[in-house]
Nanobody
Framework: VQLVESGGGLVQAGGSLRLSCAAS????????MGWYRQGPGKQRELVAN???????NYADSVKGRFTISRDNAKKMVYLQMNSLKSEDTDVYYC??????????????????WGQGTQVTVSS
């Protein structure tokens, strides 16, 4: 299973970016999907996550500005980021909890991470 992110870049404060993350590989189903971010010397923190039926959860710092969504058929998760601030500058990672079929034909789930995409907001 591989997660590939896209959509990061440089934007001025007040601007918008949309991040995308696509999963590929031998996937039975996907449970929660989420976005995290991490700056230099900081712990990785949750930005937002979304359940298979679309229930969402956001960090207080991004509520009202960021929107997470998913396309189950395409195995993708998105993060629409509006009203960006300089403090949103970080590397953003997607994470998916993926259900896979084992060699004994049972189901088990693993967490997978994307490679990270840089978001830089200039003030």
């Amino acid at each position: 299973v591989q997660l590939v992110e896209s959509g990061g870049g440089l934007v001025q404060a007040g601007g918008s970016l949309r991040l995308s993350c696509a999963a590929s590989g031998s996937i039975f189903s996907i449970n929660n999907m989420g976005w995290y971010r991490q700056g230099p010397g900081k712990q990785r923190e949750l930005v937002a996550n979304i359940t298979p039926i679309g229930s969402t959860n956001y960090a207080d710092s991004v509520k009202g500005r960021f929107t997470i969504s998913r396309d189950n058929a395409k195995k993708m998760v998105y993060l629409q980021m509006n009203s960006l601030k300089s403090e949103d500058t970080d590397v953003y990672y997607c994470k998916m909890t993926v259900v896979v079929t084992t060699s004994s034909l049972s189901l088990t789930e693993y967490d997978y991470w994307g490679q990270g995409t840089q978001v830089t907001v200039s003030s």
